[in-house]
């Protein structure tokens, strides 16, 4: 009998506490950061259905010469959730949740609080800002990067460098997610 009720309420645990969020089952992390539209395509950027180039194509959200912003959810791999775009007159120019190749998003430096020098730090993990052991290296304000990730407020760079390009945390305080301004 106490075997009995054990494996249920294991099964039960399993059944409730094991369950993602709804919202997050398929994304594997969650974010709430912007970004802009740096793929030059003239016919727009395609929104698809799932994290994949074979999945169905939502929509697509035309190419503006000025700059669209993206609002990024979650991210799997090196695809983004977006759930809106928007122009530089703050029109919705694409309104569904979809999947768009983070690669083709980008994002500029900026100091932070557009204050201190001209140059911010980015970081190995996400987290600990005050561990120097952390810092990968110092980035120019004012400079796009491609985007590879999220979690939570970060995201996640490639840096460009000539001998190999490499993987960085960029946290919200020096995100500029607007291509018309460089976020004093």
């Known amino acids: 009998m106490k ?3 054990l494996v249920i309420i294991l099964v039960f645990s399993f059944s409730v506490f094991g369950q993602r969020n709804p919202a997050q089952k398929d994304v594997d992390s969650m974010c709430n950061v912007s ?3 740096i793929d ?3 016919k727009g950027l395609n929104v698809r259905s799932k994290p994949s180039v074979r999945s169905k194509r939502l929509g697509v959200i035309p190419f503006n010469s000025d700059g669209t912003v993206v609002d990024i959810i979650g991210s799997k791999g ?3 959730k977006i759930e809106a775009a928007r122009n530089a007159e703050d029109e919705k120019v694409f309104s569904k ?3 768009v190749y983070a690669p083709l998003l980008g ?3 900026k100091r932070t609080n557009g204050e201190g020098d001209s ?3 980015v970081y190995r993990t996400i987290g600990s800002r005050n561990d120097v052991n952390n810092i990968i290296t110092r980035l120019s304000v004012a400079t796009t990067y491609k985007l590879e990730g999220c979690f939570q407020d970060w995201l996640k760079i490639t840096v460009p460098n000539k001998v190999k390009n490499f993987s960085a945390w960029l946290h919200s305080d020096n ?4 291509p018309w301004t460089t976020c004093p």
């Open 175 to 178: 995100q500029c997610d607007l």
């Open 119 to 121: 140059y911010i730090d």
């Open 35 to 37: 970004a802009f539209v």
């Open 3 to 5: 075997v009995s009720v």
């Open 78 to 80: 090196k695809w983004m």
């Open 40 to 42: 030059k395509d003239p």
């Open 107 to 109: 994002i500029t430096t």
């Open 97 to 99: 949740t979809g999947w």
